[in-house]
């Protein structure tokens, strides 16, 4: 069975460096999200991909995060200068349209 | 108002046991609904999707109440395995907190 893949699967940085967080969407979906869930909390969702722009996003979404779809198959998200809240489980997740998520394994980001 | 809101439970049942789940839901134009289990530190999986006319998958049952604007879930039989965090997703972009079940033996 096809499966969302992300990397790395952890991920430790300093606060305010650069990280850039990978995702292989399923390859015959063109919806594609990013969520995070910070230790003991829920799922939120950050933003949504279609057709190479951004369709939607949520107030965590600020400037300090950007999405990229650079080629064919990967979907990044890059936070540019990390603080230690943005320590988190993120997760990206692809579907087709009118069917729901498949999420990835996760990349776990400890800001330190 | 939260968008959803889900009872965090914990939910400790013994095997064999049925028992429910409910989430509700604070925007009456949402579309989509769907349960996800979430085991510990893991990604959320799809359990089943909701329809208006209810639907059933093996010894999971799945409703939506528009008018009430609530979800629920029904475990039947629960077996150990059934232990997890069951989510409530509307729309894609909401969650609720997650309900945690833990079944004993």
């Known amino acids: 069975e096809p499966e969302v893949t992300q990397t790395p699967s952890h991920q430790v940085t300093q606060m305010g460096q650069e990280v850039i967080l990978r995702c292989v969407p399923i390859?015959?979906?063109?919806?594609f999200y990013w969520y995070r869930q910070i230790l003991g909390q829920k799922v939120e969702f950050l933003v949504s991909?279609?057709?190479?722009?951004?369709?939607?996003k949520s107030e965590i979404f600020d400037d300090q995060f950007s999405v990229e779809r650079p080629d064919g198959s990967n979907f990044t998200l890059k936070i540019r200068s990390t603080k230690l809240e943005d320590s988190a489980m993120y997760f990206c997740?692809?579907?087709?349209?009118?069917?729901?998520?498949?999420f990835g394994n996760g990349t776990r980001l400890t800001v330190t | 108002r939260k968008e959803v809101e889900q009872d965090p439970g914990p939910f400790n049942v013994p095997e064999g046991a049925t028992v429910a789940f409910n989430c509700t839901y604070s925007?009456?134009?949402?579309?989509?609904f769907f349960w996800y289990r979430q085991d510990c530190r893991k990604e959320p999986k799809l359990l089943m999707s909701?329809?208006?006319s209810g639907n059933e998958d093996g010894r999971f049952t799945a409703q939506l109440n528009r008018a009430s604007q609530y979800i629920s879930l029904l475990i039947r039989d629960s077996k150990l395995s059934d232990s997890a965090t069951y989510l409530c997703?509307?729309?894609?972009?909401?969650f609720g907190t997650g309900t945690s079940l833990t079944v004993i033996p």
């Open positions: 997740a692809s579907r087709r349209a009118g069917l729901p998520l498949h």
């Open positions: 390859s015959n979906h063109l919806y």
């Open positions: 991909f279609y057709n190479n722009e951004i369709s939607e």
């Open positions: 925007n009456s134009a949402s579309q989509s």
């Open positions: 909701v329809y208006s």
């Open positions: 997703v509307v729309n894609q972009f909401y």
